[in-house]
């Protein structure tokens, strides 16, 4: 029987299989350990109690996290699609880079939650404010890694297309684009994450529905189980979020995969 | 045979370095004329140069009376580069099809099809780069540049990365690519750091010494054609490798 087991997680099923068995220890470890040092449900409330709130008011939380979720990718597409035009016309003018990158890193090293108060004041507690927090957090990555694509083109490529008397713009369109892909899509993940960050951080300021709202007001009435239960439904969302991304990078980006086989 | 390159008083400098100072040669229309020497020597810029991918500082080259750029504009010239550079998105007929599609002409869609059978790869159309071998990967390039039906073909140090058994056998191939008809291709200019490879190819080899460059000797290889494998072995072989090993100083 665990020797079974042990073949199918050989198999390669056991990028699901190991992590599933490392939570099913961890939360029993942590169950039997709030049962014996006998730790208040506020501090410390065990994974039984967690899940039975997760069922128990699941519709709830999920419409929570829909909101949460709906902020965070609204934002993440305005930043991308934005940043991305950027790093075009960055990769295009020295000029412009060299004026404007230096802002862009002080927007990098600033804190979102210093600014979020800001951008609350300015757009409203409603959804606009959080497309705005998470938005912001999204930009910079877009930004430096489509200057790095686009650039990144070898030699030996540009003088083929010379060779050719190829047009900048279909030396743009023809090879460019695709070159920076990877750039692009390492990005595109890293901020699915990031995106939701922002989103909650949006809502901690100030909001009436959300994750990040439900979080803070939980916290208020010390219902920690409730609180557990949002961080798990943020994390779900995060993590949706970037495995649908992953799956367009493998479909957009074939011949990698082509590479790496082949 | 009449010149289809003239390099007059050819200089180039990077900067204030010198690579070269006033060179003077020419390239015979039909002949297969290696250039080699040292590395670092500057082999891969003159090639540049004569295709018209790199500036030269001052002097003079014509290509059938012409500019540089005009022969590049008129499709007279190809080029096949030490890495393949394929478009690992593109499938290998649509790589073929590259060049043709950038400058907007229409084509057969049985093209593709004809260069690659004339580079041995009849049956692979459909494949991605990241699919083939190096070897296939490098006929892949080659059936592009002939795509153009080019005058010269212009190759630096196209089976550098390849393993010496293939690179034999592309050789061989290369030689019965050039003379093939459907290809069209009169000219082939060919860089490379391998004196056998160099012997065995060419009409004439172009040997320039380390920097600042200046043209060592131009060597006639009156080897009979076709070229075969045994012919390795012939005293009139080895004696040009000993001579040619010689002028480069290599031991």
């Known amino acids: ?262 | 045979m009449s010149s289809i390159i003239e390099v007059q008083d050819l200089s180039k400098y990077y900067g204030k370095h010198l690579v070269y100072e006033k060179l003077n040669f020419d390239v015979k229309e039909g002949e297969f004329l290696s250039i080699i020497g040292p590395s670092g020597c500057g082999k891969t810029t003159l090639l540049k140069i004569l295709g018209g991918l790199i500036e030269h500082s001052s002097g003079n080259i014509s290509i059938n009376g012409q500019p540089v750029k005009n022969a590049l504009k008129a499709r007279k010239l190809g080029f096949v580069f030490q890495n393949p550079v394929l478009l690992p998105w593109r499938i290998s007929s649509s790589n073929i099809e590259l060049p043709l599609e950038i400058q907007g002409i229409n084509n057969s869609p049985k093209l593709s099809d004809e260069m690659l059978k004339i580079v041995g790869l009849e049956g692979f159309e459909n494949y991605y780069p990241g699919e083939l071998s190096g070897g296939m990967q490098q006929r892949v390039a080659i059936a592009r540049a002939l795509a153009f039906k080019p005058l010269i073909l212009m190759m630096d140090e196209p089976f550098g990365a390849l393993d010496e058994i293939t690179r034999n056998h592309m050789n061989l191939e290369l030689l019965r690519i050039w003379k093939e008809e459907k290809a069209s291709i009169s000219t082939v200019i060919f860089v490379t750091h391998s004196i056998p490879e160099a012997v065995f190819l060419s009409d004439r080899i172009l040997v320039l010494s380390a920097g600042p460059a200046k043209i060592e000797e131009i060597v006639d290889i009156d080897l009979p054609r076709p070229r075969k494998t045994e012919m390795k072995h012939s005293k009139r072989y080895l004696e040009f490798m000993e001579h040619l090993r010689k002028i480069i100083g290599e031991d």
């Open chain 1, 1 to 262: 029987m665990v020797l079974q087991l042990f073949k199918k997680i050989k198999k390669g099923s056991g990028t699901i299989v190991i992590p599933i068995l490392f939570s099913v220890v961890i939360f029993t470890v942590w169950e039997l350990l709030v049962f014996l040092l006998e730790i208040p449900e506020y501090l410390l409330p065990p994974p039984s109690t967690i899940f039975n709130e997760l069922g128990t008011n699941f519709s709830i939380l999920l419409g929570h996290m829909a909101m949460t979720m709906l902020a965070a990718v609204s934002g993440y597409l305005l930043a991308n699609g934005i940043g991305f035009c950027a790093g075009v016309i960055f990769a295009h003018s020295k000029t412009i880079e060299k004026g404007i990158y230096p802002y862009a890193i002080a927007l990098k090293t600033t804190p979102v939650i210093a600014m979020a108060p800001l951008l609350v004041l300015w757009f409203g507690t409603d959804l606009e404010s959080k497309i705005a927090t998470a938005a912001l957090i999204c930009f910079f990555p877009i930004i430096v890694n489509s200057v790095k694509g686009l650039t990144s083109v070898d030699r030996d490529s540009l003088d083929l297309f010379k060779s050719y008397s190829a047009s900048k713009w279909q030396i743009f369109i023809k090879l460019r684009l695709r070159t920076s892909l990877p750039y692009v899509f390492s990005a595109l993940k890293i901020s699915t994450g990031l995106s939701v960050v922002g989103a909650v951080v949006g809502e901690f300021v100030g909001a009436n529905v959300g994750i990040g709202y439900l979080i803070l007001v939980s916290s208020y009435h010390l219902e920690t189980a409730t609180m557990f239960a949002a961080i798990m439904m943020s994390a779900l969302g995060g993590v949706t979020f970037f495995t649908i991304v992953s799956l367009i990078e493998k479909k957009v980006i074939f011949w990698q995969r082509a590479l790496e086989t082949g």
